[in-house]
């Protein structure tokens, strides 16, 4: 393809730390976000709550909220004129319940008024009448035979295996086995604009949204069939977003169709923004997890077996949590070659929260217990946790619990540089402090797999639309979205590099389903991988139509080079710029303009037997990170990160590296201090004060070094791998603490009295 005959040398866009598309507009505050937009005659929804963990609903009313100045209406089930249930992987999450409501902050009813303090003031006065019902909040124990069944014959949502040869004979005969079950908390996305959508009713039935998300076809699908009207009725529209993670993947659509219900029974404009107590309640957060893991190694360190059990606690309704357990399951063993493997997994229904997808996506849960266990497996052999792993890591030509043969690997790349920047033998060896506080080191080593996988590839495409004007300015549409990562800076890259146009002129515009074919969920790292091959395919024809019109103002002779940078085409001393290449296309009437499509090869991974190619590739990453740990108080500080990261090609290092802060940075709140809580079925700390995460005062200093290993298939060799740098810093840190203090803490978030109720235990 022509594709690859420019996706390799001579670079002048793509590799450089070009700025951010739009780093002037946040930094001057000219960014416009969803809640900044009005309407003319604009209403104002809010939104009525299930106030405990399983009721069934007697009846719902306006009642006082009616005598509410500025109240105009209540929308409740019997307003969807569509179908009633979300129909997203399993379909069992109503947009609105007419009869039972399965978690404390679950949706009910929405009432719209003429400000937003009095949608606020009305919801808070309408009359739910109810019935309390029994309520399951324990995954592990909903598995039993005799549980309370919310779901199905069992409360199971979904469950994989995955057999590798015999694990159970090969543990058996293991010279060490090793084993623990490790749990995992809750972790809420804190993205810094809560969730938020207008809905407009357009003529002929129609419905636009505008609003803060990742998927926008997402909101389109749920739109279009609680309204019950075509998709091309539909239009969605991303404003600009701040911040997602996952967060604002599949549950905007929730939010989105209740705006439109309530625009489309009032035939107006309505505004409906989440406040965080609310935002908290109700959308999706990572799954609590809890793993059981065997590993069994011969008297030389070589890992021989891994038995898991794994166990996602995912909430009142299914939402992601299918797609998430299977992310999780593929990974379960570790980044590992080990001849044998029995993994089970389940995710199972409670009366909390749904949870959904998270950066990381099932893969942060086992992570940490795996990564945790090889530590313990290092110290029972009497071996350097590192060398223990070069041991057993995944290089090229062996497999992975799945099957698929592993190519390309960059584990002893990113393994060999967090070694010598951490200064790993020297500081393994460091003598204790003669006080209380303690330092320690420890590793993690991790694979991720890039894309949706085999799980999503119904769903694994993208398109883009590509127009260069007479001016030479060029526009780009694609169907993945910028929320914060640097999409809009390394799409324009890519599209510049590709048509040799300046990359001052490349812009890309909101993401609108109008513009674009449905290109799949911005997640799973697939935005670089998809998008940007996307815009290759359609940047290649206007690229040749120009280079012909190039040579031709050159006066190139046959056979003489015609080169192309940094919006210059060359021909020895002769020289012509980009805009005027373009605006002598459009004098002679050229198509500039196209559209590009890109499907990623397919996968081989069978669901039923749990063999073959889970993923198209995989990146990889070590992670090291250095602590104080105080021996008195169990208080914990990560003092320095090294870490290392193949993700192909950088196709912008600056943001490369930023992505790696902030992934480690939530990393660490993960391990250290994020700590939801439940009480009784409620959620018991839904703020920002009593669910602590890191700020810039606990980021610890990085060392991040950027490895390529070329991916071919990638634009310009890159893959995705935005997620990565969250899932290793948890278990680093806990086998950090190991190293400093002789405790093993196997459950986050790791507390400083977990600690030290450790250290008191001996």
Known sequence: ?????????????????????????????????????????????????????????????????????????????????????????????????????????????????????AAEAAAKLVEVYYEELPYLDDPVKGLEPDALKIYGDNNVF??????????????????????????????????????????FPEAENGMTVYGSMQCPYYVLDGVSEALGIAHNKVRIVQRTTGGGFGGKEEVPTIVGVHAALCARKTGRPVKLVYNRVEDFQSMSKRHPGWVKIAYGADRNGRLVAARVKYVLDAGAYSTMSPVVLWRGTVHAAGPYSIPNADIST?????????????????????????????????????????????????????????????????????????????????????????????????????????????????????????????????????????????????????GAETLNAPYCGVELTDVDTARVPDSGPTVASRTTLMSGNAIIDACNPIRARMFVVARELLEAKSGAVVNASGGIFSCGAKTVTFAAVASECWKRRLKMAEQGWYVPERTSFDLKTGRGDAYVTYSYAANVAEISADSE?????????????????????????????????????????????????????????????????????????????????????????????????????????????????????LLPEKVWAALEAG
């Not at 070009?18 to 900044?36: E, F, I, N, V, W």
């Not at 469950?159 to 809420?188: C, M, P, W």
């Not at 792993?389 to 990113?414: C, F, H, P, Y």
């Not at 060392?703 to 893959?719: H, L, S």
């Open 1 to 117: 393809m022509a594709k690859k005959k420019i996706a390799a040398e001579g670079l002048f866009c793509v590799g450089k730390s070009q700025g951010r598309k739009d780093a002037l507009s946040k930094a001057l505050g000219t960014a416009r976000y969803t809640d900044d937009y009005s309407y003319g005659g604009m209403l104002y929804a809010a939104t009525v709550r299930s106030p405990r963990p399983h009721i069934k609903i007697r009846g719902i009313r306006a009642g006082a909220a009616a005598e509410v100045k500025g109240f105009v209406t209540l929308v409740t089930a019997a307003d969807i004129p569509g179908r009633r249930m979300w129909s997203l992987v399993i379909n069992d999450y109503p947009f609105l319940p007419d009869r039972t409501a399965r978690f404390a902050g679950e949706a009910l009813a929405l009432a719209v008024a003429e400000t937003q303090e």
């Open 158 to 199: 979904s469950s994989f295996v995955i057999k590798k040869g015999d694990a159970d004979k090969a543990l058996g005969k293991a010279a060490v086995v090793v084993e623990r079950v490790f749990k995992t908390n809750y972790q809420v996305h804190v993205y810094l604009e809560t969730q938020a959508m207008i809905a």
């Open 346 to 494: 389940f995710a199972v229904a409670t009366n909390k929260v749904p949870c959904g997808a998270y950066r990381g996506f099932g893969q942060p849960q086992v992570a940490f217990a795996n990564e945790s266990l090889m530590d313990e497996l290092a110290e029972k052999l009497g071996m350097d946790p590192l060398e223990l792993r070069l041991k057993n890591i995944l290089r090229d030509g062996d497999t992975t619990a799945t099957g698929q043969v592993i190519k390309n690997s960059g584990l002893e790349e990113v393994i060999s540089a967090v070694r010598k920047k951490s200064g790993w033998e020297k500081n393994r060896r460091r003598a204790p402090a003669a006080g209380p506080k303690q330092y320690g080191i420890g590793l993690s080593v991790n694979y991720y797999g890039v894309g949706l996988g085999a799980m999503g590839r119904y769903l694994d495409r993208a398109g883009a639309n590509v127009m260069v004007s007479k001016d030479g300015s060029v526009r780009i549409a694609v169907g993945n979205v910028e929320m914060g990562q640097g999409a809009l800076t390394v799409l324009a890259q890519i």
């Open 633 to 749: 108080t169990g208080e914990v500080r990560v003092e320095r990160l090294i870490c290392a990261h193949d993700m192909g090609k950088a196709v912008n290092p600056d943001l490369v590296i930023g992505q790696i802060h902030g992934g480690a940075l939530q990393g660490i709140g993960y391990a250290l201090y994020e700590n939801l809580l439940h009480k009784d079925g409620v959620m018991w700390n839904p703020n920002m004060t009593d669910y602590v995460v890191p700020s810039a005062f606990e980021a610890p200093a990085y060392d991040a070094t950027i490895v390529e290993k070329p991916y071919r298939a990638g634009p310009y060799n890159a893959k995705g791998f935005g997620e990565l740098p969250l899932i290793g810093p948890s278990a680093a840190i806990a086998n950090a603490i190991k190293h400093a203090l002789g405790v093993r803490v196997p459950q986050t978030p």
